[in-house]
């Protein structure tokens, strides 16, 4: 069975609480996709250097990660953004939004899902 990693990179522990739980009620631990999710806190300059595709699929960037989106990326690593107000899911392509419910949010890791 397939694993997601996914990191929240500079999102309130709060907030990484809450995506947490709605991800694992989402995610059944005997589903199709196991789900991992990890974070990082810190200097936003030094984060990107520790995530690699190896350890992570997904990045998703919280509000104090400032321009860290527009940072060089490795490749393998998809980078969502959520907006400064928290209401949506910003990426991977800029066209791309969707709103930040437990739901979206799913639905946006099921996507990314099926391309690992």
Do not use: C, K, N, Y
Request: hydrophobic share 45%.
């Amino acid at each position: 069975m397939p694993e997601l990693r996914v990191v929240l990179v500079m999102v309130p522990p709060l907030l990484a609480d809450l995506i947490r739980h709605a991800l694992a009620a989402r995610f059944p631990a005997a589903g199709a996709i196991q789900l991992s999710v990890s974070t990082a806190t810190g200097d936003p300059r030094d984060i990107g250097w520790s995530i690699s595709p190896r350890m992570h699929h997904v990045a998703i960037l919280g509000p104090g990660a400032g321009d860290l989106h527009r940072t060089a990326w490795p490749s393998g690593v998809t980078v969502l953004t959520l907006s400064p107000d928290l209401s949506q899911i910003l990426g991977p392509d800029p066209a791309d939004r969707e709103p930040l419910t437990p739901d979206g949010l799913a639905r946006r890791l099921r996507d990314i899902s099926e391309t690992i």
